[in-house]
């Protein structure tokens, strides 16, 4: 099933249904077989864009219970935005026609963590780990003036300030929301629970 025969709400609940049988622990598994390797070998059809944090424990595949060539993955560290991420995230929309894009956080992330300590204390940082702290920051100085203080609200502030960031820089993202052909859900991930839970979305109704 390739993204063609999907609309942004019917990727999002089949995400979620996926994730719901991950955290049951009756994944099926799917689309991992020898079978699904050649059918993909031509051409790939993933039916949604999830940009994650790097994190080794946030392995989107497992996560939604999903297989090969089912989503188009993007990590970065602090699933910050740069110019390189945008661009594979509009191949993903507008190349491959995926209909759903998810920004997905988590639990006792390191990149918010050092934000803070950096917004905090004051602590300097070195190399190119400096620009994935200064990337985040503007997500806990929000998260701060608003008067958000646990580590939880910080990183849920952090979902939805990237993916604002990612529609507003984005202008062929926007469009394809403008006109209901495609969708942007954060979610923020629970590293020992294994669940999900959407923190915004933009074009698409979340189910209850």
């Known amino acids: 099933m390739g993204s063609a025969a999907s609309s942004p709400a019917e990727t999002l609940a089949r995400l979620l249904a996926g994730n719901q049988r991950f955290v049951s622990g009756v994944p099926e598994h799917p689309n991992q077989d020898a079978t699904r390797r050649a059918d993909q070998a031509p051409a790939q059809t993933p039916f ?3 940009l994650g944090c790097s994190d080794s424990r946030l392995a989107a595949e497992i996560i939604f219970d999903q297989g090969l060539g089912d989503l ?7 699933q910050v935005l740069g110019a390189e991420v945008l661009g594979s995230i509009e191949y993903g929309t507008g190349v491959l026609d995926c209909r759903l894009v998810v920004v997905l956080g988590h639990d006792s992330c390191g990149a918010v963590a050092a934000a803070r300590q950096a917004v ?4 300097p940082t070195s190399g190119y780990v400096r620009d994935v702290i200064e990337r985040v920051t503007p997500s806990v100085l929000a998260a701060r003036a608003a008067g ?10 952090h ?41 915004t979305a933009r074009g698409v109704e979340v189910p209850a």
């Open 48 to 50: 949604a864009v999830l």
């Open 72 to 78: 188009f993955v993007v990590r970065t560290a602090g």
């Open 120 to 123: 905090e204390e004051g602590l």
């Open 148 to 157: 958000l203080t646990s580590d939880d609200d910080i990183i849920d502030e």
């Open 159 to 199: 979902v939805r300030h990237t993916v604002d960031v990612l529609m507003d820089r984005s202008r062929v993202l926007a469009e394809l929301v403008e006109a209901g052909r495609a969708a942007v859900v954060g979610m923020s991930y629970r590293l020992a629970e294994g669940s999900t839970r959407v923190v």
